[in-house]
């Protein structure tokens, strides 16, 4: 096949798929994604990627081998303008790829259930810290990678929660944990930490959070957070990782079903 000819279906096959109603296709693609999301159709949202990504595959795949073969045959500039719309096509299938896997993914945890010989390996864990990792792979996993929150009871809800906040603190202080998960902790933070018996952190996330509702320029809220949050928290003689895994140890009949 000569290289005008594959250059004609190129542009032929660009010509179809990406131009008639671009606005609208793009319109109701935004559409469909908002209404599968609202009703966790996961299984609808992985089809739709995977239709999407497997156009633009070949489209990155028809540029590529044009680019190549003007590169081989002409060796002209115009090679190395049609690897560059290959290399766009190759992002954009990059992008679409990862997606669709992540939905994938997620209607795989539809069916996710444990077996009885894995929930009791979880109880006969030893070590806290190993424990309270499973545990949150596993509401992980129910959650559907967090998308899906209101699966989660109020046990599950309030590992998740603590877990996070040991994470996002000691990796970066209050302000990243604050930063990280937008808020939406915040009301239900003091509740989670009174549920595990965490006095001690309590009373410093508590501080942490009457800091940030004072509307403080940003540098002074850093400040005070690192001051009179951060410090303390690493300093503090709780350990919340036992006191989790003690919580779920007590509610384990709420946990893993």
Known sequence: MSADLIIILALVAMLLLLLPNKKA??????KDYDNMMKEGNF??????????????????LIALTVSVIRL????????????IVAGFFGYRTF??????????NAEKYLSYRLSDEEIESFWKEEKDEELVFRLYDYIQ??????????????VEKNIMILNDLDGE????????FFFNTRGQYNDSLIDALTAVNASETKEI???????????????????????????PFYD??????SLIAEYARKNRDSLLS
Request: hydrophobic content about 35%.
């Open 236 to 241: 503090k003689s709780e350990n919340l990782t």
């Open 25 to 30: 296709q793009e319109a109701k693609m935004e």
């Open 169 to 176: 603190v000691n990796n970066g202080g209050f302000e990243q």
């Open 72 to 83: 081989i045959q002409e060796g002209d500039i115009k090679g190395w303008t049609e690897l």
């Open 95 to 104: 992008i679409l790829g990862r997606t669709y896997k992540s939905f994938k």
């Open 43 to 60: 299984t609808g949202l992985k089809t739709m990627f995977r239709k999407q990504f497997l156009i633009w595959g070949i489209l990155f």
């Open 205 to 231: 996330c508590a501080k942490a959070l009457d800091i940030i509702s004072q509307g403080l320029l940003k540098d002074q809220e850093s400040d005070l957070l690192d001051k009179e949050c951060d410090t």
């Open 141 to 154: 996993k129910k959650s559907y990678n967090f998308l899906k929150i209101e699966n989660l009871n109020e």
